[in-house]
């Protein structure tokens, strides 16, 4: 079985210590959802698990043959090679495998009568052979088509940066490495997509550690959850749903222990006051455990819930109103002919294909883009916020406090008492310390979130949301959830999240692509559902509809059958030796069959020989399969 195993890892940013001393074994088929809030390290964990870090400290230990995929928030590509060439320029072995494979049967194919081509020829063979490669072209075609990239042949660096991520992404998968590590897979990818990687996942034969917001992805692939807090791993297993139990379990506990301590402490410092002194071995004890009480009291760290209770402006009956719109954008249809009523406390998501114009809807509403023709209505009394994907430019050298004080140095609540910009920061879980800490400094997730109270700061009435769960951690949405339900205003979602569409929308316009808008009302994860529901129906006529036509179909005597594509030279080089080499490993497998008759009780070698039959067993039905494929073009 193949493990990663870490010991005593340990890292720091600036002076603030990310992780210290993490020790644990990945084990093969562990499926790893690593959640935490946003600062508190994650992507810095999986830097270091795929030894892309230099400056942490601790050890790795695997074995030599180990290998590691890594899909990075920014995956990095060749902008001059295809997206098919930018696949196979990984440093895997198979992709090493398949380049020199194809190289040397062109060499070949030019050369036939070269002895050396040959060797080479056959050496790349069977080197497809040994590491099952033959079949990878076709499995990145099929991966990258479900994850919506079409034009394989397009170069890198035409493509957005959510299309790179979806290369980035199809290039670890086909890896198919010992450890997958996946830093935010789901970001950019519509529904399809997501279910289709869900299940591929789901199947995958080696480790998996991931970070992710989406919780219906982690209650559908997690095993385990790991959480980094306040500088500790914490271990739990199960899927995210065991994991808020045992949580809250564990939180309990350590707050009882916390409360044991502090009466304790109380006991002993009355005791010490009294004037206690060392005169006897017990007393000395006594005051030692003192001192060691006295270091650990009050250190108990927990996470607090970020509590958004401000205050907003009245909205009036009429908010939004379009009518007749029609937008196009790069020659694509975004709105065509499209008219909609947006009322007061509606919550509406927006979801649909990547690229058919979501975000172009709130560009509109938000007046950042003109429509070609139509009408946009805006009430008078609607003050908009905008959290859009990029957050606006913030400079590095600003201080956090600074930025937020730009809009003013408090605000009021829900009941209207005033909040100091420095109690927002310590609800938006920005201790002191941080509030002086230059804007650079912070992770993304960290100044994202700061945008985001900057935006609440304003107290809107109507709120546009452009995939915020891409950048915010778990806790950070779940706040956003409860704040959303108790806003008295108008919200407006573009989101792939099911579990916050789920919660946060309660109707839904659903971007199909050249200005095809759906509409319905209720869950997303229902609209999914009847999608399915209905994509099944359709096929199940079609196929009827295809086997009643066969049946009913008279075939002529005469109909001209379609010609057979012809073997190239090498591969008729190929065919006529893959009989005999079949043959010969059939011979193996019998021989090593009849040798473990003699093995008696001698397990070791009884395993050692399995292995080595099963090897050849695979390896046999490669070539049957090749042998099989190839026969089809015999004329």
């Known amino acids: 079985m193949q493990t990663l195993r870490a010991e005593s890892l340990t890292k720091t940013y600036g002076e603030k210590t990310l992780f210290k001393d993490l020790s644990f074994i990945i084990n093969e088929h562990d499926r790893i959802g690593l959640i935490g809030t946003n600062g508190s390290g994650k992507t810095s964990l999986l830097n270091v698990l795929s030894q892309n870090d230099i400056d942490s400290t601790g050890d ?9 995929g890594y899909l990075k928030q920014q995956p990095v590509l060749d902008d001059s090679l295809s997206i098919l060439e930018a696949v196979f320029a990984g440093t895997q072995d198979i992709f090493s495998t398949i380049r020199r494979y194809e190289q040397t049967l062109d060499n070949y194919s030019n050369h036939p009568e070269d002895p050396k081509a040959e060797r080479q020829y056959m050496e790349a063979e069977a080197k497809m052979n040994e590491e099952d490669a033959w079949n990878a072209e076709n499995d990145v075609k099929t991966i990258l088509t479900q994850l919506k990239i079409k034009n394989v042949n397009q170069k890198v660096g035409t493509l957005s940066g959510g299309q790179k991520r979806r290369v980035g992404l199809a290039q670890v998968l086909i890896q198919s490495p010992d450890l997958l590590i996946l830093d935010e897979p789901t970001n950019h990818l519509d529904f399809d997509s997501i279910e289709w990687l869900q299940e591929y996942l789901a199947k995958y034969k080696g480790a998996l550690i991931f970070v992710t917001h989406d919780r219906y992805f982690l209650d559908q692939i997690a095993n ?13 297993t199960g899927n995210y749903q065991d994991y808020l139990a045992q949580k809250a379990e564990r939180v309990d506990r350590e707050v009882a222990s916390e409360h044991k301590r502090q009466k304790l402490y109380k006991q ?7 004037g206690a002194k060392a005169r006897s071995t017990k007393q000395q004890a006594r005051i030692n455990r003192f001192n060691e009480l006295k270091e650990n009291v009050g250190n108990l ?3 607090e819930d970020i509590d958004i209770t401000l205050g907003q402006q009245r909205l009036g009956k009429k908010v939004i109103e379009l009518k007749h719109a029609n937008l196009s954008l790069n020659n694509k249809t975004i709105l065509k002919d ?3 009523l947006i009322q007061r406390n509606e919550r509406i998501g927006i979801s649909g294909e990547n690229g058919a114009g979501k975000s172009s809807l709130l560009n509109v509403i938000s007046e950042r883009l003109p429509l070609d023709s139509g009408e946009l209505e805006i009430g008078e009394t609607v003050k908009m916020a905008y959290y859009t994907q990029q957050t606006e430019e913030i400079p590095d050298d600003k201080r956090v406090i600074n930025y937020l004080t730009d809009v003013g140095e408090h605000v009021t609540d829900d009941t209207g008492n005033k909040i100091s910009v420095t109690e927002l920061l310590e609800q938006f879980l920005f201790p002191k310390f941080m509030h002086g800490t230059l804007i650079r ?7 994202r979130r700061l945008y985001l109270l900057k935006l609440l700061m304003q107290q809107p009435n109507v709120l546009l949301l452009d995939e915020p769960t891409n950048d915010l951690d778990i806790s950070t949405l779940t706040v956003l959830e409860d704040y959303i339900s108790h806003f008295n205003g108008t919200v407006i979602t573009v989101s792939h999240d099911r579990y916050f569409l789920d919660k946060v929308a309660d109707r839904l316009l659903i971007f199909d692509g050249n200005g095809k808008i759906e509409r319905h009302v209720g869950m997303f994860t229902d609209y999914l559902k009847n999608q399915k529901q209905e994509s099944k129906e359709a096929k199940d006529d079609s196929n009827k509809k295809q086997n009643k036509q066969s049946s009913g179909k008279i075939k002529e005597d005469n109909q001209e059958k379609p010609k057979k594509k012809k073997l190239t030279y090498a591969e008729q080089i190929e065919f006529d030796k893959l009989e005999k080499e079949i043959e010969e490993l059939d011979e193996k497998i019998s021989d090593l069959k009849d040798q473990m008759t003699s093995f008696g009780n001698d397990y070791d070698k009884l395993a050692d020989t399995q292995v080595e039959i099963d090897k050849l067993n695979k390896e046999s039905e490669q070539k049957m399969d090749r ?3 190839l026969s089809e073009f015999m004329e």
């Open 60 to 68: 790795i230990i695997t074995s030599k043959t180990y290998s590691i």
């Open 224 to 236: 385990k959850i790991w959480e980094l807090s306040f500088g500790n791993l914490y271990e739990y």
């Open 268 to 274: 002993e410092l009355a005791w010490m006051k009294k």
């Open 301 to 303: 760290q927990t996470d």
């Open 338 to 340: 499209f008219s909609e």
């Open 441 to 447: 400094k912070l992770s993304g997730g960290e100044k």
């Open 627 to 629: 042998w099989e494929y």
